[in-house]
């Protein structure tokens, strides 16, 4: 599985952005998504992840309420809306696979990684 992210960019405090993360490979639904955020100086951290039909999924603490993923298996894609976007949140955002059924919140449990897409939030 190739993962690529796109949709980084630099937006205000409050905004928002959706990235994408577009999957090339068989079995695309198998697959459980992860999103993972890695601000400067610190280390890979979860975000969001997805179940491979898109209806479970499950959120790390500080971004529940305000970032949506969801998938779109006939396009081999997964995203993640963020909305009211804080300065805290500015970090290198990745996409991830995993062979289901379960979710992870370790990165290291995660198999197959996109090359990362930049989000910036000024204050």
């Known amino acids: 599985v190739q993962l690529q992210a796109s949709g980084g960019g630099l937006v205000q405090a409050g905004g928002s952005l959706r990235l994408s993360c577009a999957a090339s490979g068989p079995l695309f639904n198998r697959y459980y998504m992860g999103w993972f955020r890695q601000a400067p100086g610190k280390e890979r951290e979860f975000v969001a992840a997805i179940d491979g039909s898109g209806t479970r999924t499950y959120y790390e603490d500080s971004v529940k309420g305000r970032f949506t993923t969801s998938r779109d298996n006939a396009k081999n894609t997964v995203y993640v809306q963020m909305n009211s976007l804080k300065p805290e949140d500015t970090a290198v955002y990745y996409c991830?696979?995993?062979?289901?059924?379960?979710?992870?919140?370790?990165?290291?449990?995660?198999?197959?990684w996109g090359q990362g897409t930049l989000v910036t939030v000024s204050s």
């Open positions: 991830a696979a995993v062979y289901g059924p379960r979710f992870y919140v370790s990165p290291n449990l995660y198999d197959y």
